[in-house]
């Protein structure tokens, strides 16, 4: 059993940055992938980026450039690093750790872009 606990998130103004942070309790080195997804209010939940276990990434086109997603195998921990951040970033963003029979989820962390 994996837990995942999101940090990092809180309110900044427009064109600000944060940087997420998701801890597993277990290694991160045997996921498939990790992802960071986001859900905004009245709206379902979507990916934002995602990583796998040979460091290919792939991102949301709403986020390319703006966002980086990273994983440090050392640590157990997934990084998402947001830049130019927009109103439109405003969400609970949660982490997400894979491996072929089963999926884990964080609890969530809020973001709120907003000046």
């Known amino acids: 059993q994996v837990q995942l606990v999101e940090s990092g998130g809180g309110l900044v103004q427009p064109g600000g940055s944060l940087r997420l942070s998701c801890a597993a309790s277990?290694?991160?080195?045997?996921?498939?992938?990790m992802g960071w997804y986001r859900q905004a209010p009245g709206k379902e939940r979507e990916l934002v980026a995602v990583?796998?276990?040979?460091?290919?990434?792939n991102y949301a086109d709403s986020v390319k450039g703006r966002f980086t997603i990273s994983r440090d195998n050392a640590k157990n921990t997934l990084y998402l690093q947001m830049n130019s951040l927009k109103p439109e970033d405003t969400a609970v963003y949660y982490c997400?750790?894979?491996?072929?029979?089963?999926?884990?989820w964080g609890q969530g962390t809020q973001v709120t872009v907003s000046s």
């Open positions: 990583i796998t276990s040979g460091g290919s990434t």
């Open positions: 997400n750790a894979n491996i072929i029979t089963a999926t884990w």
């Open positions: 277990g290694s991160i080195f045997s996921m498939n992938f």
